[in-house]
């Protein structure tokens, strides 16, 4: 059982929310899913910045090795990555 929040990093905004919508589609028990702007350490430029889409466990038993693996999928369908956070 994962109970980490976990991260799925993007490089752009389209793409985050893309993903966002697929993922609140797919599982609504996910409840409200974050899309936070994250500015790369030094850079000031608007273009400089990754998008996280920020997800918590499911209350009931956590994360399973299923739905990591369809994380990882979806992220790396938009060129992003899966961090835990």
């Given at each position: 059982?994962?109970?980490?929040?976990?991260?799925?990093?993007?490089?752009?905004?389209?793409?985050?929310?893309?993903?966002?919508?697929?993922?609140?589609?797919?599982?609504?028990?996910?409840?409200?899913?974050?899309?936070?702007?994250?500015?790369?350490?030094?850079?000031?430029?608007?273009?400089?910045?990754?998008?996280?889409?920020?997800?918590?466990?499911?209350?009931?038993?956590?994360?399973?090795?299923?739905?990591?693996?369809?994380?990882?999928?979806?992220?790396?369908?938009?060129?992003?990555?899966?961090e835990e956070g």
């Amino acid at each position: 059982m994962n109970l980490t929040r976990q991260l799925l990093v993007f490089p752009d905004r389209d793409s985050a929310e893309e993903v966002t919508e697929e993922l609140s589609a797919r599982w609504p028990e996910l409840g409200e899913i974050e899309l936070v702007r994250d500015a790369l350490a030094g850079e000031d430029d608007a273009e400089d910045a990754q998008w996280l889409v920020v997800l918590e466990a499911p209350e009931e038993g956590g994360w399973t090795a299923e739905q990591l693996a369809a994380l990882d999928r979806l992220s790396a369908e938009q060129d992003g990555w899966r961090e835990e956070g």
